[in-house]
Nanobody
Framework: QVQLVESGGGLVQAGGSLRLSCAAS????????MGWFRQAPGKEREFVAAIRGVINYTNSVKGRFTISRDNAKNTVYLQMNSLKPEDTAVYYCAATSGSLSGPYDYWGQGTQVTVSS
């Protein structure tokens, strides 16, 4: 069992930056692929980025977002730069023992990111 707790969300102006963190419980964190997903109001949840050795990003965040992980701290990060209003969403951290494409077995509670224009 893995428990995930996100933090770092908030309100930021367009062009600004935020760094999300996701702290994981358990001693086998390094074995999991970790992903970030987001869900905007009225839209389906979408993939943002994932990491385990290799890294994948959805096209809309390439060059602006950076995913990273610190296995010693059981934490995965999402550095978000050049934020746009369309990045507004609840951001979720997730973990899978499978591939980066999932399915993801464990989910955090989410953290709200709001980008004002």
């Amino acid at each position: 069992q893995v428990q995930l707790v996100e933090s770092g969300g908030g309100l930021v102006q367009a062009g600004g930056s935020l760094r999300l963190s996701c702290a994981a419980s358990g001693r086998t964190f390094s074995r999991y692929a970790m992903g970030w997903f987001r869900q905007a109001p009225g839209k389906e949840r979408e993939f943002v980025a994932a990491i385990r050795g290799v890294i994948n990003y959805t096209n809309s965040v390439k060059g602006r977002f950076t995913i990273s992980r610190d296995n010693a701290k059981n934490t995965v990060y999402l550095q978000m730069n050049s934020l746009k209003p369309e990045d507004t969403a609840v951001y979720y951290c997730a973990a899978t023992s499978g591939s980066l494409s999932g399915p993801y077995d464990y989910w955090g509670q989410g953290t709200q990111v709001t980008v004002s224009s």
